[in-house]
């Protein structure tokens, strides 16, 4: 594939509002989850919530997507001049010349979840004032952006469960390359909500402690929220060799299990090497994995036997959920940004909270801080109904 | 921008209409549209446990994309996929919204597993047993174009065959109040990059500022402007009547999607 330019990038999650504390963040190896006390959620577990989210308030005449999801989009996009970025975009290319892609996994689907709790005694109805479409629908996150940022351009939700906002790269570099667009709103926006905080712990796939991927004794996910974007561009002909590309996509699907991975991680190989064919590059060109590394035991095994099929036992890699959380539809996007923040810091960031790695992965999992050069870094992401997509980011020189 | 592919097996269910051959008889005006609540088959291809499992958005997605790579003659383990609907499953989300609303907060696994906006996909690929990529999108109202969109930006830039499904489905009571889609409908359709034995003809697509065409058939035209897939009907009733022609699709509320059809 031609590679894509990241213009500009932010990341908002429980370790950081925007890129300068969430890099002070895995500097310091900090992480953000804390012991649940979210709404009236009564589960013994950690989550990454995100500080002020319902304190923050939508622009007077976009109240109708008023919803927990939409004011961590708000808050999110106005991180890093991220917003004024997308504007000065708009100006260059034209309204009708910048796309929307943006993963969520549940959007704003907690505003049903209060709905359902205040519905009429009698008729059972919901209330008058709930609003399906600008808050509960997938697309309603895409759609407040394209509001919000006045963009004209096409516009779509993926919504592949965790691997959604990893997904969204493809879908723009699609319409990059077909010429129906110039650049392209990409990013991920899932925030906190019942479903999914009483859902994975119904599966017993949530952990009752901060999240430990990789370690002998993990037991589960930490549930996080976050708003992560990037603004992709074709490349430029005079590029600054700092500046990070976009490399290669690769996707697949299992075809094995809706919400088990496939055992010996043979999907998440094809998307890997998927991605390494896309970016003509090899194995040994990769300097660094931010891996999906949820913390429970079947996905880390899963994917460490993918990883060690292809890369080895030797490159490093880790997952940066112990910190961050599981940001879900927004994982994707985060861990992209957080990709960028490794090249351009040559930090390859350990792994928070794993005290002794499981001795039966065999790949090269990193627990503490390494400063390198790091070129090349491959991301990936999986999801529910046994979806794949692996993202390769690079310096461009 | 314009945007091409070869449109080669097509599949079809919605309320009355049965089939993409049924649906052709139909929309080309050979056989009147009697309206009646869409029936949806049991997936055969699932395993008895998997099909079990699975409600009326995996039974309406499968079933349309069964038929139009059955009639493509395209084998589903080489073909990657785009999923395009306005919601997913609603009556699953029903049931958890209930179950939340309660004290006792119990969410079935099963249930939450299957909630995802991916779930047709996923047992698409359990199905078929295919591990090629699948692009699983959501525009609201305008989900039809959104997930057209992204298939012919495959196969022009990727220049591969893409299966494209697009479908709907109610929500039960008390969301349908907020969300009257009255039935379910389905669309899938199998888009080459090359004219090929099977294609039924060649698609152009722009975007523009024109007003989108409705349908003749008052009844038709309900159905349009009621379920976000049957947007696609003024495009599906040139592939019917098989001669060159022109619609626009309704997509954004700042744009629509014009289709150019050149019979094959």
């Known amino acids: ?397 | 921008m314009r945007l091409s592919a070869y449109i080669g097996g097509i599949g079809v269910l919605g309320p009355g209409l049965h089939s993409w051959p049924h649906a052709a008889a139909v929309l080309s005006g050979l056989e009147p549209y009697l309206a009646a609540p869409t029936v949806l088959p049991t997936p055969a291809m699932l395993p008895p446990a998997e099909r079990r499992r699975t409600g009326r958005v995996v039974k309406l997605a499968l079933a349309v994309a069964v038929e139009a790579t059955a009639s493509a003659g395209a084998d589903p383990t080489l073909l990657p996929s785009v999923f395009s609907s306005s919601g997913s499953d609603g009556h699953i989300c029903h049931e958890i919204c209930q179950a939340l609303a309660l004290a006792t907060r119990e969410v079935s696994p099963t249930r939450f597993s299957n909630s995802v906006h991916n779930v047709a996909a996923g047992y698409w690929s359990i199905a078929t047993g295919s591990m090629t990529e699948s692009n699983v999108l959501c525009a609201f109202d305008a989900s039809f174009i959104a997930g057209l969109l992204d298939a012919l930006t495959q196969v022009a830039v990727d220049r591969q065959s893409v299966l494209l499904v697009a479908y709907d489905t109610e929500y039960p009571a008390p969301l349908h109040a907020k969300r009257p889609i009255p039935d379910a409908l389905g669309v899938a359709m199998v888009l080459t990059p090359g004219r090929d034995a099977t294609s039924k003809a060649r698609i152009d697509l722009t975007l523009t500022d024109e007003t989108c065409d409705s349908m003749s058939d008052l009844q038709l035209e309900a159905l349009r402007r009621a379920i976000p897939a049957a947007r696609s009907l003024p495009l599906l009733r040139l592939l019917a009547i098989g001669a060159a022609g022109r619609a626009v699709l309704d997509y954004l509320d700042v744009s629509r999607a014009a289709v150019q059809i050149e019979p094959c």
């Open chain 1, 1 to 397: 594939m031609k590679p894509l330019l990241l213009a500009e990038y932010t990341a908002t999650s429980c370790i950081g509002r925007g890129v300068t504390p969430t890099l002070s963040a895995l500097m310091e190896q900090r992480s953000g989850l804390a012991r649940c006390e979210f709404e009236t959620v009564k589960i013994d577990t950690h989550i990454g919530e995100v500080p002020g989210v319902d304190a923050q308030r939508l622009p007077k005449d976009l109240q109708i997507f008023n919803c927990r999801n939409n004011r961590l989009a708000e808050l999110g996009v106005q991180q890093d001049g991220f917003f004024d970025a997308v504007q000065a975009a708009a100006a260059r290319w034209g309204r009708r010349r910048v796309g929307v892609f943006i993963g969520t996994s549940t959007a704003g689907i907690m505003q049903t979840e209060l709905a359902y709790r205040a519905r009429d005694a009698v008729s059972g109805a919901l209330p008058p004032s709930f609003e399906y479409g600008p808050t509960h629908n997938s697309f309603s996150v895409a759609d407040y952006l394209r509001h919000r940022c006045r963009l004209e351009g096409p516009a779509v939700v993926a919504s592949s469960a965790c691997a959604s906002s990893a997904k969204v790269f493809g879908s723009a570099r699609r319409m990059i390359e077909a010429g129906l667009i110039d650049a392209a709103l990409v990013g991920g926006t899932d925030s906190l909500c019942l479903t999914t905080l009483y859902g994975f712990h119904s599966l017993q796939l949530s952990s009752p402690a901060p999240c430990r991927p990789f370690d002998a004794a993990r037991d589960g996910i930490s549930i996080g929220e976050a708003a992560a974007f990037v603004l992709l561009e074709r490349v430029p002909e005079n590029l600054d060799a700092d500046a990070v590309l976009l490399y290669g996509v690769g996707e697949s699907s299992d075809a094995y299990h809706m919400s088990a991975p496939h055992p010996e991680g043979l999907g998440a190989k094809r998307a890997m090497q998927a991605a390494l064919t896309a970016a003509s590059l090899e194995p040994g060109d990769i300097d660094y994995i931010n891996l999906h590394g949820t913390g429970t035991p079947s996905n880390d095994r899963s994917e460490s036997q993918a990883v060690t099929s292809i890369f080895g036992p030797t490159t490093p890699c880790s997952s940066t959920k112990g910190a961050t959380g599981h940001t879900l539809g927004a994982s994707g996007a985060l861990e992209a940004v957080i990709s960028v923040l490794a090249i351009q810091n040559g930090l390859m960031p350990g792994g928070v909270h794993t005290t002794r790695v499981d001795p039966n992965l065999t790949a090269h999992y990193i627990k503490e801080n390494r400063r390198a050069r790091v070129l090349r870094v491959l991301s990936n992401s999986f999801g529910f109904g046994g979806t794949n997509c692996s993202l390769i980011f690079g310096r461009a020189g």
